[in-house]
């Protein structure tokens, strides 16, 4: 077990995101998830920078580019209350997020084969992104009013909120009105 997994106090959780890992490393030799080479390379790069930033979802999140599962498969982990959709349009991807949901046993949350632009599902109060070169406004048809874009990592965006995570990586927040 990875020591830094211990930190994370529900164990229900930890055990999931301990299945999200074994997931990856499964898949690694079918596509091209990660460039993490170990399971500490994985929770380092994928886990670890995304740890605190559950406390900023609200109900009805909706992730953009889910390809490897990070950051919705953590936060839907740690965050059983909130309902999570994962949008993904590469079909092998997809078929990871959906294999990793079930090992997981993930019940709140979904994948949908499909673009952020082709998306016609239920708005959100929540999205979420990571490594996606999108311009939160471009997520603004996603979102119920007053809804909000996470952007974890990433270059600065003008007029977002900065803010660190515990792992010391950032996390970027646009609010719409």
């Known amino acids: 077990m990875i020591p830094e997994l211990a930190n994370i106090e529900d164990p229900i959780a930890r055990r999931k995101i301990g299945r999200y890992l074994d997931c990856l490393d499964e898949w690694a030799g079918t596509i091209n998830l990660t460039a993490a080479r170990s399971r500490r390379e994985a929770f380092e790069t994928l886990v670890h920078p995304i740890l605190g930033g559950e406390r900023y979802l609200t109900a009805d999140v909706i992730d953009i580019g889910s390809g490897n599962g990070s950051p919705a498969l953590v936060l839907a982990s740690?965050?059983?209350?909130?309902?999570?959709?994962?949008?993904?349009?590469?079909?092998?991807r997809w078929a990871f997020l959906r294999q990793a949901i079930r090992e997981m046993e993930i019940e709140n949350a979904t994948v949908r084969r499909e673009r952020s632009d082709e998306y016609r599902g239920a708005a959100g109060?929540?999205?979420?992104?990571?490594a996606v070169g999108l311009n939160p406004?471009?997520?603004?048809p996603l979102l119920e009013s007053g809804g909000q874009v996470l952007v974890f990592g990433g270059p600065a965006l003008p007029g977002a909120e900065h803010m660190t995570l515990p792992s010391g990586s950032s996390l970027q927040r646009v609010c719409f009105t």
């Open 78 to 92: 740690l965050r059983p209350d909130c309902r999570f959709t994962l949008l993904e349009p590469r079909a092998k």
């Open 125 to 130: 109060t929540t999205a979420t992104m990571r």
């Open 137 to 140: 406004e471009a997520l603004r």
